[in-house]
């Protein structure tokens, strides 16, 4: 069933220099049986990035080569490349596009989110930001706030670099130029958990035998681990009953911007809406995807939530706050809320009730 979902693209964007290209590598290191297909839009003739991660990604690093994609006059490249990362022989669980430093990120997102291919969504947008040259690069480039703007997740990358009093300045300033509740998280050497990115999978899942470059880049995603997971908490969340889509998506709409990601299964069980939807959110990033149950399978919600600074407590007693003891009697309208967030043509609502699209803005919604 999973190799029919669409897999997830997202966008690493960020100023020239900010750490991109550390970020995509810390990624590809710690990526466990995770197949990552990745996308090197260099801007200029001399594929630095595209060398720098190659020895990562073998056959299925594809490169845009010269020029700037966002100022490609429409996507069909990228679509042909995109085309090509998610043909079922590669097998990739996640796309990323690595953007070049000079990109319009909106540009690219909207060439993504246009995209007709279905087995391709949009993912959304990681921002780099490097903390020594945050002011300095805020006053030569002013859309680098445009672009913060329109961030699901920040990576504010070379703390090293910065003091801690310097530092929670940014933040705030950060706080302030990005979207509410848009999660901040702090990088050394663009080592965040590839977990708030994507769901890794164990070795054993996806690779027969190890080569000795696969063993080389294990031992290093085990050492990135027990340092990347101290620093995130992470709860789980399971309940028999069905939740409320009214109350689960004002929960989501509230949560906090400690919290990176959620990930995993609702049941609702409303009708018309008898699926189970899953949930991948990263950072203020939201996509709900209708699946059907396995036979016999139990009807469950199971989440988890990655975050830091999280009360895990606190959120597990605002999900059982959510719980609906009688979904069957729920008006399907109570839906719409979570239906705004699921990326399917209007063709294929079936049964359930249309989306009232006068209220429903264009997908991605949260832009
Ligand atoms: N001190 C420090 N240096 C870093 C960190 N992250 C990256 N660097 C260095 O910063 C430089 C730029 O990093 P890249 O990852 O190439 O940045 P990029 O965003 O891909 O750069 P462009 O492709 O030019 O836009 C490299 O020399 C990195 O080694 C960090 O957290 N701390």
């Not at 445009?146 to 504010?156: I, P």
């Not at 801690?164 to 990005?178: M, Q």
């Not at 199971?302 to 895990?312: A, E, K, Y």
């Not at 399917?344 to 359930?352: L, T």
Request: negative net charge; proline residues 7%.
């Amino acid at each position: 069933m999973n190799s029919r979902q669409p897999i997830p693209v997202v966008v690493l964007a960020g100023f020239l220099g900010s750490g991109k290209t550390t970020v995509l590598n810390h990624l590809l290191a710690g990526r466990g049986g995770t197949r990552i297909g990745v996308v090197v839009n260099d801007f200029g003739s001399i594929e630095i990035d595209a060398m720098s991660v190659a020895g990562q990604v073998g056959d299925s690093m594809v490169s845009l080569g010269g020029g700037c994609l966002c100022c490609a006059v429409d996507g069909s490249e990228l679509d042909a490349y995109l085309e090509k990362l998610s043909a079922p022989v590669h097998r990739i669980d996640v796309i990323v596009i690595e953007a070049s430093g000079l990109a319009e990120p909106e540009e690219m997102i909207r060439m993504l989110v246009a995209n007709e291919n279905p087995a391709v969504r949009y993912g959304g947008m990681v921002e780099v930001v490097d903390a020594a040259e945050f002011d300095a690069t805020r006053a030569r480039h002013p859309e680098t706030d445009r672009h913060l703007a329109v961030a699901d997740l920040v990576v504010l990358n070379k703390t090293d670099r910065v003091d801690p009093v310097e530092r929670a300045r940014i933040e705030t300033e950060l706080a302030a130029l990005c979207a509410p509740g848009t999660p901040v998280v702090g990088a050394a050497h663009g080592r965040i958990d590839p977990e708030l990115l994507f769901d890794r999978r164990p070795w054993t899942e996806t690779r027969g035998q190890l080569s000795f470059e696969d063993l080389l880049a294990q031992a290093e995603g085990h050492d990135h681990c027990t340092h990347a997971h101290a620093a995130y908490e992470s709860t789980e969340f399971t309940s028999e009953q069905a939740l409320s889509p009214r109350r689960f998506m004002d929960f989501l709409d509230r949560r906090p911007a400690g919290l990176y990601r959620i990930k995993g299964y609702v049941w609702f069980g409303v009708p018309g809406h008898e699926e189970r939807y899953e949930i991948q959110a990263v950072g203020r990033f939201l996509r709900f995807a209708p699946q059907p149950w396995g036979r016999g399978e139990p009807r469950l919600t199971q989440l988890v939530l990655i975050g830091s600074g999280t009360d895990g407590e606190g959120l597990v007693r605002e999900l059982e706050a959510c719980r609906d003891e009688a979904p069957q009697d729920a008006n399907p309208e109570s839906m719409w809320g979570v239906l705004r967030y699921v990326d399917r043509p209007a063709e294929d609502w079936g049964d359930a009730p249309e989306p009232d699209t006068s209220e429903t803005p264009p997908v991605p919604p949260t832009y």
